[in-house]
């Protein structure tokens, strides 16, 4: 099995709300790009399940959000790595797409 | 469990060969930052066992690599998923940097 997903063009922006599309989903993880228009977020949330997840910026810039009000500059590049169960989110400042993948799937 | 990690500052590039950085290791899925300079590769190669592993361009131009010699335009954003029993690999045209993910790691 092998495919490629060109996101770019596969994806696009929106003024009502982030823009999702799902990249990949098998058995062993789900692959999710979101894209944000400035000033749109994915609120800090979390799920009471195992395994973790990556936030890989793409393009644009933001924070990642985390508990306690936690903010890290998110920059094209940085990645971020969290517990499913810890609380993550992130904030768009410029247009911004982002790459997530959760591992296990869920 | 939260981190994160600024791939652009903290991998570089080499004219002897790629140069690998090792982003997350844990039992749900490993992630590796690939950079290559212009002309670098991945040759295809594959492992015998189950799971998938997708290839993320963050920045640059190549090809993704498969068996019987197929090649598949990389650019910024393009995502490959790929089994890794299947053949697969990169080949860089301009310096390109790339992620690795691998589910479940090996």
Known sequence: ????????KENSF??????KLLVHDSEHFK?????????????????DIDGQLS???????????GKDNM????NPGDVLISDIRDPHGIKAETDMRVLVTIAPPI
Chains 1, 2 share one sequence.
């Open 55 to 65: 936030i890989a910026v793409l393009e644009g810039c933001g924070e990642f959000l």
């Open 31 to 47: 692959i999710i790009n979101f894209n944000f228009m400035a000033g749109q977020e994915l609120p800090v949330h979390s799920h």
């Open 71 to 74: 903010r890290l500059s998110a």
């Open 14 to 19: 929106s003024d009502k709300s982030l823009k």
């Open 1 to 8: 099995m092998m495919k490629r997903i060109e996101v770019f």
